[in-house]
């Protein structure tokens, strides 16, 4: 079955960090640039970070930025997301999806919308 898979989520304090995975199984991540979203109830779902194939080429929102970091290891098929610093303003669910890797080249992480994973929640609470 060709899908993507995260898991790491949990609760934690504020101030603490968090690792997500995202692991593909079923087809070929190497193909694909992968991308973090996270959504609230009832609001937008909104881009975190996103990372190219090849190069490797990063891009993160403001809200992150300096605090999470995306990173990718195409022989596991695993896209990390680690979290750093968290706030209570980083509760969301988190999902990751395949991206185009020209819209990671130009600074956005457009899903391409072939792959979506399930989601996993983090909760930053004390």
């Known amino acids: 079955q060709e899908q993507l898979v995260e898991s790491g989520g949990g609760l934690v304090q504020p101030g603490g960090s968090l690792r997500l995975s995202c692991l593909a199984s079923?087809?070929?991540?190497?193909?694909?640039?992968v991308g973090w979203f996270r959504q609230a109830p009832g609001k937008e779902r909104e881009p975190v970070s996103c990372?190219?194939?090849?190069?490797?080429?990063?891009v993160y929102s403001d809200s992150v930025k300096g605090r999470f970091t995306i990173t990718r290891d195409n022989a596991r098929k695993t896209v990390y997301l680690q979290m750093n610093s968290v706030n209570p303003e980083d509760t969301y669910v988190y999902y990751c999806?395949?991206?185009?890797?020209?819209?990671?080249?130009?600074?956005?992480?457009?899903?391409?919308?072939?792959?979506w994973g399930q989601g996993t929640q983090v909760t930053v609470s004390s």
């Open positions: 990372i190219s194939t090849g190069d490797q080429s990063t």
């Open positions: 999806a395949t991206v185009f890797n020209i819209g990671v080249y130009s600074g956005t992480c457009k899903p391409t919308n072939d792959y």
């Open positions: 079923g087809f070929n991540l190497d193909y694909y640039g």
